[in-house]
């Protein structure tokens, strides 16, 4: 009601509040677009918990052309429920060339419990390392030529041996892991999130 007698906001930061102000009342009649990740950040936080769905929107369509970083987008997705992140983000980690390294396991397990993020953290380098190895589909015996469905005794495993036959794979095949993997393997986090993301829509 006057300086004397302000309302106090639990648990945000006057940086925060400041920026959600500059997207909600612009000072300038014609403002520039802002493109700073930081700013948008504020306000997907503060539109997320104080439940402003336009605002939040508006936030996650203006972020989705920022090109965020896929440690930005599962942190970003799994702290303020936005479930295509999450699982962009999964995927950047499993897609990248070099190995995981600390801080790459420090974001896998932000905001999670040491068991979870743990458990998170092993599922990706699983995922990983199955992205380096040949994809099965194709691979052909050496011995007897036969495709893997067709030989009963050659079955294809990541040593590429059993018994007598040991298997080749096709060239240029790669095994690819795609989103609808990384969504059936963290199914039940981002079925989580997925309900949180309804719960906005139903409102």
Same mark, same amino acid.
């Given at each position: #009601?006057?300086?004397?007698?302000?309302?106090?906001?639990?648990?945000?930061?006057?940086?925060?509040? %400041?920026?959600?102000?500059? *997207?909600?009342?612009? !000072?300038?009649?014609? +403002?520039?677009?802002?493109?700073?990740?930081?700013?948008?950040?504020?306000?997907?936080?503060?539109?997320?918990? &104080?439940?402003?769905?336009?605002?939040?929107?508006?936030?996650?369509?203006?972020?989705? %052309?920022?090109?965020?970083?896929?440690?930005? #987008? !599962?942190?970003?997705?799994?702290?303020?429920? *936005?479930?295509?992140?999450?699982?962009?983000?999964?995927?950047?980690?499993? #897609?990248?060339?070099?190995?995981?390294?600390?801080?790459?396991?420090?974001?896998? #397990?932000?905001?999670?419990?040491?068991?979870?993020?743990?458990?998170? !953290?092993? %599922? $990706?380098?699983?995922?990983?390392?199955?992205?380096?190895?040949?994809?099965?589909?194709? &691979? @052909?015996?050496?011995?007897?030529?036969?495709?893997?469905? %067709?030989?009963?005794?050659? $079955?294809? /495993?990541? /040593?590429?041996?059993?018994?007598?036959?040991? &298997? @080749? +794979? +096709?060239?240029? $095949?790669?095994?690819?892991?795609?989103?609808?993997? *990384? @969504?059936? /393997?963290?199914?039940?986090? $981002?079925?989580?999130?997925?309900?949180?993301?309804?719960?906005?829509?139903?409102?």
């Amino acid at each position: #009601m006057s300086d004397e007698l302000p309302i106090a906001l639990s648990d945000t930061s006057k940086v925060d509040f %400041q920026r959600l102000l500059e *997207v909600l009342c612009p !000072l300038s009649f014609k +403002p520039k677009p802002i493109t700073s990740v930081e700013i948008w950040h504020s306000v997907l936080k503060l539109s997320t918990k &104080w439940r402003l769905l336009d605002i939040r929107s508006h936030a996650i369509e203006t972020m989705n %052309q920022l090109n965020l970083s896929h440690s930005e #987008m !599962l942190r970003y997705g799994r702290d303020y429920k *936005v479930s295509n992140w999450m699982v962009k983000g999964y995927l950047g980690f499993v #897609m990248q060339g070099a190995q995981l390294s600390e801080c790459d396991a420090k974001d896998i #397990m932000h905001g999670l419990s040491l068991d979870e993020g743990v458990r998170q !953290l092993m %599922q $990706v380098v699983a995922l990983h390392e199955t992205n380096k190895l040949p994809d099965p589909r194709g &691979w @052909r015996c050496l011995n007897c030529e036969y495709a893997e469905m %067709q030989c009963i005794d050659c $079955v294809p /495993t990541r /040593t590429r041996r059993k018994g007598l036959h040991s &298997w @080749r +794979p +096709p060239a240029n $095949v790669k095994a690819v892991v795609d989103e609808g993997m *990384v @969504r059936r /393997t963290f199914k039940v986090e $981002v079925a989580e999130i997925v309900a949180y993301e309804q719960s906005f829509n139903r409102e």
